[in-house]
């Protein structure tokens, strides 16, 4: 049983280019949820989605948008990247509706230079 | 605003000795706390979680400790592993609120 994959596992990129990130969430789940890491901080919540729709947003800016597709796999997408966007981003995925024993990815680490 | 805070980024324990990993909250309203676990390159792993109707929650060598007065918790490991070395997040939750709140991490070096 795979658990949750991300990809890419790393990736680079230059101010202002846009990024998406991919997420396919553990078999049996429908709930995703993002989180960013930066370093030496705990992971800080993005948005989750569920039934292919954002349930919840944390305080990010409107760059970081997302999408859920039928499969429940989601994307992150973050546009004109700064510098201190520079962080793990982690994806997780929970039981049907929801519920706080998330499983996460390995994360993608993106670095903007 | 860190709601969810540990405040020791760093523990070193002898191999069988006890771990005792300790975190402070701000927000009255989280009534679930967790537990991960990360290993470097790899995801944070569930461990072990408390719910704020109980003030203990055991599982093998894991224990977490519950003081809702204090606004704080505490996870013991007893006995340490090698295996054990790692990063340990607290995070907190809150009723029909569906993100966690971490705190910064506390990485634990178990020394043979």
């Known amino acids: 049983d795979a658990g949750v994959t991300q990809s890419p596992t790393h990736l680079i990129k230059t101010r202002g280019q846009q990024v998406t990130l991919r997420c396919s969430p553990k078999?049996?789940?429908?709930?995703v949820s993002w989180y960013q890491q930066a370093l030496g901080q705990g992971p800080q919540f993005i948005f989750q989605?569920?039934?292919?729709?954002?349930?919840q947003r944390g305080n990010f800016p409107d760059r970081f948008s997302g999408h859920q597709f039928p499969n429940y796999s989601s994307e992150l997408n973050v546009n004109a990247l700064l510098l201190g966007d520079s962080a793990l981003y982690l994806c997780?995925?929970?039981?049907?509706?929801?519920?706080?024993?998330?499983?996460f990815g390995s994360g993608t680490q993106l670095s903007v230079l | 605003d860190q709601q969810v805070k540990q405040n020791s980024p760093s523990l070193s324990v002898q191999e069988g000795r006890i771990s005792i990993l300790n975190c402070d909250y701000t927000?009255?309203?989280?009534?679930?706390f967790l537990w991960y676990k990360k290993y470097p390159a790899e995801g944070p792993t569930f461990l072990i979680s408390?719910?704020?109707?109980?003030d203990k929650n055991e599982d093998g060598r894991f224990t977490v400790f519950l003081n809702k007065s204090a606004k704080h918790l505490s996870l013991h490991i007893v006995p340490s592993q090698p295996g054990d070395s790692a990063v340990y997040f607290c995070?907190?939750?809150?009723?029909?609120?569906?993100?966690?709140?971490f705190g910064a991490g506390t990485t634990v070096t178990v020394r043979a």
């Open positions: 078999s049996g789940h429908d709930t």
């Open positions: 997780a995925s929970s039981l049907p509706g929801g519920d706080e024993k998330l499983f």
């Open positions: 995070a907190a939750s809150r009723y029909n609120d569906y993100k966690l709140s």
């Open positions: 989605y569920y039934e292919e729709e954002e349930r």
């Open positions: 927000n009255s309203m989280f009534d679930y």
């Open positions: 408390i719910s704020s109707i109980k």
